[in-house]
């Protein structure tokens, strides 16, 4: 829909409406029943409403139009925070994280207003597809603020941004759980859970991340705990968790995930019919594809 394969497929002629509809059945056929979908550097940016934009946010409504056909329920992040390249150089696009740049993104007034102004726009977004915006649409079951912000101010600071960008959420009529990722920065874990959210994410590479070999020897005691060190914390234990993320990087053996999902069960992190994971991508890299 976006970026790196939305440009290689244009290159190849595929026909990209074409290639939504076939991916759909492979979800189907997997047994994927919820997906994570994250607008990874280009929500801002490939969503930016312009004409010349347009065609990725029709690409996207027809995905998950194509998924809710197959029952499919949905959490998206609408916002990231980075450019569309990786592993080309990005393009110019348009947008407050190009403009900005992810770190003032959490703190510059006039781009945190952008946001403000964006997540409105996105979730009062009718699917032309469905006939619902993201806001009313029953398979949307929630969303995440933004993609892995790492916030450097005080704690008042971040309470006070997260408070903004969930209150724009909210001033659109959704009723939806939103959610924060707290596990980056997590010194200020307690910050994020004095906001109004209902929730937390999560992401683990157990093993690291772009070794560019398979690793070898027995992994096992990688996985073994997921350290949570602000579990005792009142709003960790009292809200939602979702994984969002997850991938034993350069493992070419399926023994591990079995064993992670062992693990994020143990750290309250229930994986059985009530959390939505989202596999990344990293995997492909084990062998040097």
């Known amino acids: 829909m976006f970026a790196h394969a939305y440009r290689a497929a244009k290159k190849?002629?595929?026909?990209?409406?074409?290639?939504?509809?076939?991916?759909?059945?492979?979800?189907?056929?997997?047994?994927?029943?919820?997906?994570?979908?994250?607008?990874?550097?280009?929500?801002?940016?490939?969503?930016?409403?312009?004409?010349?934009?347009?065609?990725?946010?029709?690409?996207?409504?027809?995905?998950?139009?194509?998924?809710?056909?197959?029952?499919?329920k949905f959490v998206i992040t609408p916002i990231a925070f980075w450019g569309n390249g990786y592993p080309e150089p990005d393009e110019k696009t348009p947008g407050f994280?190009?403009?900005?740049?992810?770190?003032?993104?959490?703190?510059?007034?006039?781009?945190?207003?952008?946001?403000?102004?964006?997540?409105?726009?996105?979730?009062?977004?009718?699917?032309?597809?469905?006939?619902?915006?993201?806001?009313?649409?029953?398979?949307?079951?929630?969303?995440?603020?933004?993609?892995?912000?790492?916030?450097?101010?005080?704690p008042a600071e971040v309470t006070t941004f997260i408070t903004g960008m969930a209150d724009a959420i909210l001033k659109t009529g959704c009723s939806k759980p939103i959610f924060y990722n707290v596990s980056h920065s997590i010194h200020l874990a307690e910050a994020y859970y004095k906001a109004p959210i209902q929730g937390g994410t999560f992401q683990w590479y157990p093993t690291g991340l772009g070794a560019r070999h398979e690793l070898g020897g027995n992994l096992l005691p990688n996985v073994d705990r997921y350290?949570?060190?602000?579990?005792?914390?009142?709003?960790?234990?009292?809200?939602?968790?979702?994984?969002?993320?997850?991938?034993?990087?350069?493992?070419?053996?399926?023994?591990?995930?079995?064993?992670?999902?062992?693990?994020?069960?143990?750290?309250?992190?229930?994986v059985r019919n009530s959390l939505c994971l989202r596999s990344n991508i990293h995997g492909v890299y084990k062998h040097g594809v």
């Open 12 to 72: 190849l002629n595929v026909d990209l409406e074409q290639a939504i509809k076939d991916r759909r059945v492979s979800f189907f056929t997997s047994r994927v029943r919820c997906l994570s979908c994250a607008c990874l550097g280009y929500g801002d940016q490939r969503y930016a409403w312009k004409s010349s934009r347009q065609r990725h946010l029709r690409l996207f409504d027809l995905a998950i139009s194509e998924m809710k056909q197959r029952g499919m």
């Open 227 to 270: 350290p949570v060190p602000f579990a005792d914390l009142p709003g960790y234990k009292k809200t939602t968790k979702i994984v969002y993320e997850f991938d034993a990087a350069d493992v070419g053996r399926s023994y591990i995930y079995p064993a992670m999902t062992r693990t994020f069960r143990t750290a309250g992190m229930p």
């Open 97 to 154: 994280s190009a403009k900005f740049g992810k770190d003032p993104c959490l703190v510059n007034p006039s781009a945190i207003k952008a946001q403000h102004n964006y997540l409105r726009q996105f979730l009062e977004h009718v699917n032309k597809y469905t006939g619902k915006a993201y806001k009313d649409d029953p398979d949307v079951i929630a969303f995440e603020i933004s993609n892995e912000p790492h916030h450097k101010g005080t």
